[in-house]
């Protein structure tokens, strides 16, 4: 494995391990949304802005790079909510897989307009 695809791995892995362990004390909200969405999106920016950077380094198209990224990360983000769904203390939850979809849509657009401006 190429070392550009490890800071990607490395957020999945952490999602994964995050989405499975016993969930903490019930987060409050920050602003009109919920911490656990915020984090949810979060996450999944990451994901995903971490996918567009691994895609690019062989020149490929920032566009298809980001497409395939928010692909990619909102399959990943709705793979684990299929696995809490088998998890007594977890949950299948559709606004969470909303919530990872939106957040890997906000990371991909983040590193293409980066990159843009730096003219990359």
Known sequence: MHRRWLPALAVAV?????????????????????????????GYAALAGTLVVGLTAHRRS???????????????????????AGIPYRAFSLADAGANALGAVLGAAVVVGYRRRMGR
């Open 14 to 42: 952490a999602l994964l391990v995050a989405s499975a362990v016993p969930p903490g004390p019930a987060g409050g909200a920050a602003g009109p949304l919920p911490l656990d969405k915020l984090l949810h999106g979060a």
């Open 62 to 84: 920032t566009k298809w790079a980001a497409g395939l990224s928010v692909c990619g990360a909102t399959s990943y983000g709705l793979a684990i909510e299929l696995l809490q």
